[in-house]
């Protein structure tokens, strides 16, 4: 890690040297290389706006174009009502940032790629309402005049390099904090985001309005550069294109959105000759980099020092005692509520679940008290995830009550239930494959991150700085605990099958929870280290004063493991008891040997 | 009401587009913004061979069997190595696809305004004081015939059920017997030829470019999304839904790009308040 961070330093000492490069060749170069340079400026913002939406939020916009439109309007606007140089740029950006967060509302309602419609019927919109009006043009077209501090091409190049510093320096804020963090989470997994308390549609909103801050900016920029605005430079191609770019740049690396701007916007002139086949060998990389290589340049630009990968904390050097460890992650003493039985922790009643005609969960009733390791069990598509579900915020009960500490849970949206102190574990692990372990860590302790909001994620206040100093802290000893401090930097898709399972227990028990609700955290995990895990729970239980809701399929691992089993079949409760009276229930016995029967059956 | 009629037979050719890349999704799960272009591909050979002395029928089948068969290498050659990787991958190389098509097209045909003859001759008939000539008529029973008939063949058919079997659990579709790969292969060969037809009708109304077909995508995406993404039916009323808001849009207002602006308005407002889609539910 140390090389790391030597890289880190590299990296940014070549940003450095690459702006006073071009600082000092405006010195000499002609203002045509002004000009061009400063196409490539503003491309490249372009780019990087879109690096954000799609990169780190896994958003779509087919119509960027049309942002950045918005944005070089707006500055020119704001330009003939004597609004001051610098702010005309900033009121378009922040106009175009309004209305991109318009665009992306659906994603408030919907999953996937569906806005990618929205977005492209908007560009379509700009191209031929919104720029072909009265309001934005005047005979096809607005002059901007440039104020007398930039006057040339060679002064609006500065500024534009003074723009991207500032997009860089706003972009790396957001990706070292729970900003992006949170974007990069709902990319990933939305159920493990929203289950970490991350509001999922306000993220992709938020997603969709600094990326069209960004394209204002470029555009306002652009408006400088070309001083004559019209429509033309926006259209739905020019859109796709810069998708076609950000796709080759490599999703998520800010370098390589740079680099691929800055080719994009110079291509057609470094290979004037064959400029009619420019845009069928862009369209053939974006066919074949998600094919071939989806990382794109940034596959490359990875393996050389350009890209400091995500800064690494693990440092062997100041190991955590693990009793100081388990210190660190033990929850917040929260007082129960006084109605409750003492101890009682979550009840539910009755719970019915129906998708359709299908009867998922049929008048479930349980009990979890304080302390305890509770075990679920019962054959496949007996009920026990949509329990989880119904717990978690997924699915919604058509009857019954859940209540957590004597609060409604079903009257809570789904994120809101993270910070009750309710942590759990996906049947499909719930982690953030492309990203390392650490980076896992960090992203499940959203809602504990609750100390500091945007703005203090752009400046990196002190009051931020504390909150993660803390949160790493909490990290490294979460993956102390269970023991993963060896895998810290590795990609969550590299690890074995069990220790993902683990690590994901890891980011749970990072949040600091009260209840921990595993589902099926034993399933690929070796019999060895399984029975490892299942004496850590009951430690941990010990240590860390949890509670445990755990679903299982070995029923000698969870008589071992639980004080107090469940058996679902069909969507109903089998039987309840102890270990001993599950284990020796008759319904509970022919049902485990009936099962592979009826798994056959099922498959004919 | 000539308005309405208008826009129910304009509309009816976004709900083509609609219903082929509701198939593709369906069958793939995969959004396939190339949809719309590997018709519009199919329609340029077409035009290409008319522009030879190709009989026009024949042309309208050559070039039916050209956009199957670009549909169908799109689908070995990329969306196979696709189909179990993010959506966003997907998403752009199918991207990419359009656009290499809309480049070759642009570079081999040029981007002058081409017109298209009507594939089945020319007459018309009055309904009130409307015209309604053959190409326009044709396009709607094409569209009805192609949705009723894909209905019926996903839901009534055994391959048909094998097509929405394999997208909701590859695994338990394959262990019945089902050939996942071959499965979605036809249905991308099929979506192809719906494209192809619908591509070559509506440029037998209007005048066409290779930057047009952006065009007819847009509102074939928001048809289809209007429809819930996943039903035929809700595709096909989608389609005609946006064809009869931009027939009332333009009829009352002049004003340059005011149909885009109805048609965003209504997919905007469409999927803020029922997600789902008209039609679309539970079903997978």
Redesign the interface.
């Known amino acids: 890690m140390a090389l790391k961070r030597r890289r880190a330093k590299v990296g940014a000492a070549l940003i450095i040297v690459a702006f006073g490069a071009v600082l000092l060749s405006l010195t000499f170069t002609s203002q045509y290389t002004g000009y061009v340079l400063g196409t490539v400026v503003v491309t490249a913002i372009a780019i990087l706006s879109l690096n954000l939406l799609m990169g780190y939020a896994g958003q779509v916009s087919l119509g960027q174009a049309a942002f950045v439109g918005i944005g070089a309007f707006g500055a020119a606007q704001f330009a003939t009502w004597n609004v001051p140089f610098p702010l005309t740029i900033v009121l378009g950006a922040l106009l175009a940032a309004l209305i991109a967060a318009i665009v992306g509302l659906p994603s408030l309602r919907i999953r996937g790629l569906q806005v990618a419609a929205t977005t492209l019927a908007f560009g379509a919109v700009a191209e031929y309402f919104l720029f072909a009006r009265p309001w934005t043009t005047n005979a096809g077209q607005v002059t901007v005049t440039r104020p007398h501090i930039v006057t040339t091409d060679k002064a609006v190049l500065l500024t534009g390099l003074i723009g991207l510093l500032i997009i860089l320096i706003i972009d790396r804020q957001i990706r070292h904090s729970r900003v992006g963090r949170a974007f990069f989470s709902v990319r990933d997994r939305e159920d493990t985001a929203a289950a970490r308390g991350v509001k999922v549609g306000q993220t992709k909103v938020q997603a969709y309005a600094f990326s069209g801050f960004y394209a204002g900016v470029a555009g306002g920029l652009f408006a400088y550069l070309l001083q004559t605005v019209s429509p033309p430079s926006f259209t739905v191609f020019t859109s796709l294109g810069y998708v076609a770019a950000v796709v080759i740049g490599g999703l998520g690396s800010w370098s390589g959105a740079i680099v691929s701007g800055a080719i994009f916007a110079s291509i057609s002139q470094l290979l004037s000759g064959i400029a009619t086949y420019v845009p069928i060998i862009e369209a053939s990389l974006l066919t074949l980099t998600p094919v071939l290589r989806p990382e794109g340049l940034g596959f490359i630009l990875n393996r050389s020092i350009l890209i400091p990968l995500p800064a690494v904390r693990g440092e062997k050097s100041d190991e955590l005692e693990l009793s100081k460890a388990i210190e660190l992650i033990a929850p917040p003493k929260r007082a129960l509520s006084l109605s409750v039985p003492t101890r009682s922790l979550l009840i539910a009643k009755d719970v019915g679940v129906r998708f359709g005609g299908l009867v998922a969960l049929h008048d479930v009733s349980m009990e979890v008290r304080r302390g305890e390791i509770v075990g679920l069990i019962g054959p496949n598509g007996a009920g026990k995830s949509t329990f989880f579900n119904a717990v978690g915020g997924f699915v919604k009960p058509n009857t019954g009550s859940i209540h957590y500490r004597g609060k409604d849970l079903l009257a809570l949206p789904t994120h809101a239930r993270a910070g009750l102190g309710i942590a759990r574990t996906f049947q499909q692990v719930g982690l953030s494959g492309p990203q390392t372990v650490w980076e896992n860590m960090m992203f499940a302790q959203h809602q504990l991150a609750i100390g500091y909001g945007l703005t203090s994620a752009l400046l990196s206040t002190p009051n931020m700085r504390t909150v993660e100093k803390e949160l790493q802290m909490r990290a490294r000893a979460a993956l102390e605990v269970i023991g993963l401090t060896d895998y810290t930097d590795e990609r969550v898709l590299n690890l074995s099958h069990g220790n993902q399972r683990l690590a994901e227990v890891a980011a749970a028990l990072a949040t600091g929870p009260e209840l921990l609700m595993l589902d099926e955290p034993f399933a690929g995990v070796g019999p060895e280290e399984s029975e490892q895990l299942a004496q850590r729970l009951t430690e941990l239980r010990e240590e860390l004063d949890l509670t445990i809701l755990v679903i299982e399929h070995d029923v000698p691992l969870v008589a071992s493991l639980c004080s107090y089993i469940y058996c679902f079949a069909e969507g109903g409760m089998l039987a309840e008891g102890s270990p001993d009276e599950v284990q020796n229930n008759q319904d509970v016995i022919s049902i485990y040997i009936g099962e592979p029967i009826e798994k056959e059956a099922a498959l004919a | 009401m000539t308005a309405i009629i208008n826009g129910i037979l304009s509309g009816s050719a976004y709900s083509l587009i609609a219903v082929g890349f509701v198939m593709v999704y369906k069958g793939s799960r995969i959004?396939n913004?190339a949809h719309a272009e590997i018709g519009a591909f199919g329609l340029f050979i077409a035009w290409y061979l008319q522009q030879h002395k190709t009989p026009i029928l024949i042309a309208f089948v050559i070039g039916i069997i050209v956009s199957t068969l670009v549909a169908i290498i799109v689908e070995r050659t990329?969306v196979r190595?696709?189909v179990d990787?993010?959506?966003?991958?997907?998403?752009?190389?199918t991207?990419?696809?359009a656009?290499?098509l809309?480049?070759?097209e642009?570079?081999q045909f040029g981007v002058n305004i081409k017109t298209f003859p009507p594939p089945f001759g020319t007459f018309s008939f009055n309904v009130g004081n409307l015209t309604v000539t053959s190409s326009r008529i044709m396009i709607f029973v094409f569209a009805a015939a192609v949705a009723v008939g894909l209905a019926i063949f996903l839901k009534g058919t055994k391959f048909g059920l094998e097509v929405t079997a394999a997208v909701s659990d590859k695994t338990?579709a394959r262990?019945?017997g089902i050939r996942v790969d071959r499965t979605r292969m036809f249905v991308w060969a099929l979506a192809g030829a719906t494209s192809g037809i619908a591509a070559m009708l509506i440029a037998s109304v209007n005048t066409f470019t290779p930057?047009s077909t952006?065009?007819v995508?847009?509102r074939g995406?928001?048809a289809?999304?209007l429809g819930g993404?996943t039903s035929i039916t809700g595709a096909f009323v989608g389609g005609i839904t946006i064809g009869v808001v931009e027939a009332l849009v333009t009829a009352h207002t002049t004003?340059?790009?005011?149909d885009?602006?109805a048609?965003?308005i209504v997919?905007?407002v469409a999927?803020?308040l029922r997600?789902q889609g008209i039609f679309g539910?539970?079903e997978a």
């Open positions: 959004f913004l990329l190595r696709l990787r993010t959506p966003l991958a997907a998403l752009a190389c991207l990419g696809v656009f290499i809309a480049s070759y642009f570079i338990l262990l019945s930057l952006t065009l995508l847009i995406l928001t289809a999304l993404l004003v340059q790009g005011a885009y602006t048609v965003f997919l905007l999927l803020l997600p539910g539970s």
